[in-house]
């Protein structure tokens, strides 16, 4: 699984992107509780923070399979 | 509807907007620039950062375009928003619409825009 930080996300992070191994679909918890241990500063961004799944934001249910691109979208600010 | 929809690094200057339509049924162009204040708060800026999760943000824009459709018909927009550095003055966003008549382009435009700000994931950073 892709996971992609952008904007705060990424300067937290100290990267742009990070492959996260598993081989079972995983729910949102999981999904961050597997960040944070890699990259304990993000903990700050978590609560502001939405993810997106193949370019779709999430639901709230949503399970992140294997072969997702997740996204981890800090508050936008475009235009 | 005709969707144009371009990131650039480049500056966003009249000959990327649009020239006056030739369409037989537009009777309005609403055109729009937004850009980098110098001053942000009491904080002088040079310039900011902007970067895109692009592929993204071009699915969000259609799907905002398809619902405001529905509401306010227009006949074509297009869009151009400026990624990398971009100086003080500077456009960083450019949003062009035709339509039939002024009002539903006014409309468009300003739930367009406030959409924009709320789930793009485009970001400034300083």
């Known amino acids: 699984m892709k996971v992609l930080f952008f904007a705060q996300a990424r300067q937290t992070a100290g990267c742009p992107e990070y492959t996260l191994r598993t081989d079972r679909p995983l729910t949102q918890a999981e999904l961050w509780a597997s960040l944070l241990t890699t ?9 502001s923070t939405r993810l997106a799944r193949n370019a779709s934001y999430l639901d709230d249910s949503e399970l992140l399979q294997p072969g997702d691109e997740i996204a981890v979208i800090p508050p936008v600010s475009g235009g | 509807m005709q969707i144009e929809i371009i990131f650039t690094q480049e500056p966003i200057t009249r000959p990327q ?6 369409g037989a049924e537009t009777g309005s162009l609403v055109e729009f620039y937004g850009i980098v204040r110098e001053i942000e708060g009491t904080e002088k800026i040079p310039s900011l950062h902007y970067e895109a999760y692009a592929s993204m943000a071009e699915k969000v824009i259609r799907e905002k375009i398809a619902l405001i459709e529905t509401k306010y018909p227009c006949q074509a927009v297009r869009i151009v928003h400026r990624l990398g550095i971009i100086p003080k003055g500077e456009s960083a966003i450019y ?10 382009g006014f409309l468009f435009l300003q739930e367009f825009m406030d959409e924009f700000k709320k789930d793009v994931p485009i970001w400034k950073l300083k």
């Open chain 1, 39 to 47: 990259f304990p500063n993000l903990a700050s961004l978590q609560k």
């Open chain 2, 17 to 22: 907007a649009w020239p006056i339509p030739h």
């Open chain 2, 95 to 104: 949003v062009g619409l035709q339509s039939k008549h002024r009002r539903e």
